[in-house]
């Protein structure tokens, strides 16, 4: 049995995981202006070219998969971010914010009034227009590396714990999006495809419990058994990489107590015998205790921590601000303000992520603490979660994922895009400015 995180180690971790985040998501900002500024020059044409018409190819044999570059983006580069956003789920519900119910019901209903209201205010200005109520999804989503970049910016400003209950929220949000993605956001289901993909998941499972800690396993039968399944299948590829997630080992196979017991063996039996070889090289013995302490070290990790360490800086840095770059191209060239409010799609996400995310998320949390199902986290009042209620209703990313599921009509697509970056912005600066306004509060205490 493995021991419990220090306190310490914990804070450390979490606040890795914010700094990775809230850098990531300045360099969105950055690449956002860049695919806007792109799209709106005279080298719009040049965009439209690289993303859209280009063809990439991939096969063996006669089997050929044959996409634009902007698919194998959002449907191939997405997966490997849902591997990451499936490992952090797992990880927090085993060993984070989440895996304390008393702790998680908090951020657990404040997420769920934070897409139900959003949700709910779309559909009743949608409802009356079949072409437009695929939409509902597209204001429930938060874009984590946008929202903690920006109470990351605001430094000490606000508590940690408001970072802390941010996190855990936009993790819940994300289970949600990928609930909603797998059922509602699906075309045409081959369910031949499905019981293909189902089965392998099974086996991953099972390897994992008979102790298959090699990820190599995992990660070559997930492309083959689940992604490409799900790819064939109608439902979006990207679901596979959060249940290959699901699979991923999360135990060590030892302890840090026998850990360090094992260290200190093999270091004495490193610094006792004979000197080096001539030459400077080691002799037999001490390259036999080196091999030994780099197993020793693979036993003390946990697959799934590894691997959502290697994931996350190519992932945040590369995959998603490449997926901004290709999905983040608005044309406001043409009556730039037509379409963007009075549109009732573009109505239904604007008041969506401003209102609604603030109000579900507020409204949500302070009936279930009233009911006395849920306490208000140490260290944050009332005034700290209309905040982040604000700062939510920063969908971007993955609201901007949503949109190209949701719309095939490249027009209401547009509209919807110009939407959700109208309703990002608004919400960033309404919560920016609020939190500026109401400070950490005179009881609180904690490193921001």
């Given at each position: ?15 890795g995981f914010?700094?990775?985040e809230?850098?990531?998501g ?32 991939f096969?063996?044999g006669?089997?050929?998969?044959s996409?634009s570059?902007?698919?194998?983006i ?23 914010e989440?895996?304390?119910l ?22 009743s ?15 429930m989503?938060?874009?984590?590396a946008?929202?903690?970049g ?9 508590p ?5 209950f ?7 949000d994300d ?18 495809w ?24 995992y990660l ?12 064939l299948s109608?439902?979006?590829a ?25 260290i ?7 610094s ?6 001539r030459?400077?090289?080691?002799n ?10 780099h ?5 003390v990790?946990s ?19 490449l ?41 949500f949390?302070?009936?279930?603490v ?7 986290p ?11 209620g ?12 949503i ?27 309404v ?11 005179k ?6």
């Amino acid at each position: 049995m493995t021991n419990t995180p220090s306190k310490k180690r914990i804070g450390w971790s979490l606040s890795g995981f914010i700094r990775t985040e809230s850098a990531s998501g300045l360099v969105l900002i950055a690449v956002t202006i860049l695919a806007l500024v792109w799209m709106n020059s005279d080298l719009d044409y040049l965009y439209k070219s690289i993303w859209k018409e280009t063809k990439v190819m991939f096969g063996i044999g006669n089997f050929v998969l044959s996409e634009s570059v902007y698919h194998w983006i959002n449907d191939g580069l997405m997966a490997v971010f849902f591997l990451l956003v499936g490992l952090e789920i797992k990880r927090e519900l085993i060993a984070g914010e989440l895996s304390d119910l008393k702790k998680a019901l908090f951020p657990i209903v404040a997420a769920i009034g934070g897409m139900v209201v959003p949700a709910l205010i779309y559909f009743s200005i949608n409802h009356g227009h079949a072409d437009f109520r695929d939409g509902w999804a597209i204001p429930m989503a938060t874009d984590i590396a946008f929202s903690l970049g920006i109470l990351t910016l605001l430094g000490s400003r606000v508590p940690l714990a408001l970072k802390v209950f941010l996190t855990a929220l936009a993790i819940v949000d994300d289970m949600g999006a990928v609930l909603s993605i797998a059922l509602f956001y699906s075309n045409s289901i081959e369910m031949t495809w499905i019981i293909i993909a189902l089965a392998v998941f099974i086996f991953l499972m099972a390897l994992n419990r008979l102790g298959i800690r090699k990820l190599w396993v995992y990660l070559i039968i997930g492309f083959f058994g689940l992604w490409l399944p799900f790819y064939l299948s109608g439902v979006h590829a990207t679901i596979a990489g959060v249940l290959l997630a699901l699979t991923i080992p999360a135990n060590r196979k030892i302890n840090t107590v026998a850990f360090k017991t094992r260290i200190q063996t093999l270091m004495d039996q490193f610094s006792g015998g004979d000197e080096e070889s001539r030459g400077g090289m080691l002799n037999h013995v001490k390259m036999q205790v080196v091999s030994e302490l780099h197993e020793t070290c693979d036993q003390v990790k946990s697959p799934l921590q590894w691997l959502e360490h290697q994931l996350k800086w190519p992932t945040m840095f590369l995959i998603v601000p490449l997926f901004a770059l290709a999905n983040a191209g608005a044309s406001f060239k043409t009556n730039p303000d037509s379409g963007v409010i009075l549109d009732p799609v573009a109505l239904g996400i604007i008041l969506g992520l401003v209102v609604g995310k603030v109000v579900g998320i507020s409204l949500f949390s302070w009936l279930a603490v009233k009911a006395k199902v849920v306490a208000l986290p140490e260290g944050l009042q009332w005034k700290h979660i209309i905040g982040v209620g604000f700062i939510a209703g920063v969908g971007f990313t993955m609201s901007l994922f949503i949109n190209e599921l949701a719309f095939e009509s490249s027009v209401i697509n547009e509209v919807a895009k110009k939407a959700i970056f109208v309703g990002s912005l608004i919400s960033a600066l309404v919560g920016t400015v609020w939190l500026l306004l109401v400070g950490r509060g005179k009881d609180e205490s904690g490193v921001g």
